[in-house]
Nanobody
Framework: QVQLVESGGGLVQAGESLRLSCAAS????????MGWFRQAPGKEREFVAQ????????SYADSVKGRFTISRDSAKNTVYLQMNALKPGVTAVYSC???????????????WGQGIQVTVSS
C-alpha cells in the first residue's frame, strides 16, 4: 500500500503563495498519476489538479487555472502544488491522491494522504 505524506500547508495572507508537497513511499506500476483535492468545511471534496508520472500531462479545476501549478519529481516520488494569488477566506484541507489517469478518461484514485490544512486570511 502506498503511503502519501503532505507538507507545506499553513496560514497565509490573501494574494500570497504557498507550495504543497506530497511524498509517496513507493511508486507502483499501477500508479500512473497523482492528484490534489481539497475540502472546505461543510463542503464536498473537490478536484484541484492532477498530473501523470510519465510525460507530466496536467489538468486543473477551472477555479485554479492560471494560479496553481502541479509538478512532479519522479526521482523523489514527490508531487508539488504551487499555489499563487491565494484568495481570501478560503480554508480547506488539501489532500493528495495516487491512482490511475489517462488523459481523456476519468481518473481513479485509490490511495490518499491524511490531508493538510491551508488557511488564507484577508
Amino acid at each position: 500500500q502506498v503511503q502519501l505524506v503532505e507538507s507545506g500547508g499553513g496560514l497565509v495572507q490573501a494574494g500570497e503563495s504557498l507550495r504543497l508537497s506530497c511524498a509517496a513511499s513507493v511508486r507502483t506500476l499501477s500508479m500512473t498519476a497523482m492528484g490534489w483535492f481539497r475540502q472546505a468545511p461543510g463542503k464536498e471534496r473537490e478536484f484541484v489538479a492532477q498530473i501523470t508520472w510519465s510525460g507530466g500531462t496536467r489538468s486543473y479545476a477551472d477555479s485554479v487555472k492560471g494560479r496553481f501549478t502541479i509538478s512532479r519529481d519522479s526521482a523523489k516520488n514527490t508531487v508539488y502544488l504551487q499555489m499563487n494569488a491565494l484568495k481570501p477566506g478560503v480554508t480547506a484541507v488539501y489532500s493528495c491522491a495516487a491512482g490511475r489517469w489517462l488523459p481523456g478518461y476519468a481518473p481513479s484514485y485509490n490511495d490518499w494522504g491524511q490531508g493538510i490544512q491551508v488557511t488564507v486570511s484577508s
